[in-house]
């Protein structure tokens, strides 16, 4: 059984992450996608939030699962029996910090491989920080994000 993870602060899920989970789960057996506990800033979305998210547009697809994960990814991994980290890239700026990650996991554990996938070209500009930007200024993300999260986000921004 091929188990792959895709971590991340998901803060919210945009397409762009869809898209890389879309295409990872069709070349495993299972795939993690593990929503990151402890990052240095304060996400804007609470774990519960970006776990529902997650879940809700990820419902009915039997071979996906959504977890929360904090500590060393080497770890979770093999808690999940995990051999792969999933990655998305979109320029060479994301390059210079992924590229250590996968070094360094990989000297903490040399069974385990980072797998790059390049983002699809239509979601190439986005980013999770791009939604909460637009998204807090009225912009539109009608099309950066799933449908059935939409009005969530605004709402985020109106209560704050
Ligand atoms: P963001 O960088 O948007 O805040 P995350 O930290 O949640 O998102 O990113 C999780 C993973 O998803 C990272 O590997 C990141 O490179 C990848 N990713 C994010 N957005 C895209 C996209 N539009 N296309 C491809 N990969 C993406």
Sequence with gaps: MR????????????????DIIDRASRIC????????????????FSMEERISFLEEILAGRPNIQVLPFSGLLVDFMREQK?????KGLRAV?????????ALLNKNL?????TLFMMTSINYSYLSSSAVRELACYGGNIRDLVPEAIVDRIYSKFKAR
């Excluded at 554990?109 to 491989?113: R, V």
């Design 3 to 18: 188990i792959f993870v895709y971590p991340g602060s998901f803060d919210p899920v945009t397409n762009g992450h869809l």
């Design 109 to 113: 554990n040399p069974e385990i491989e």
């Design 29 to 44: 057996d299972k795939l993690v996608v593990a929503v990151l506990v402890n990052r240095s800033k304060t996400p804007v």
């Design 82 to 86: 995990a051999t792969t980290v999933i």
């Design 93 to 101: 700026s994301d390059f210079e910090y992924e590229f250590q990650m």
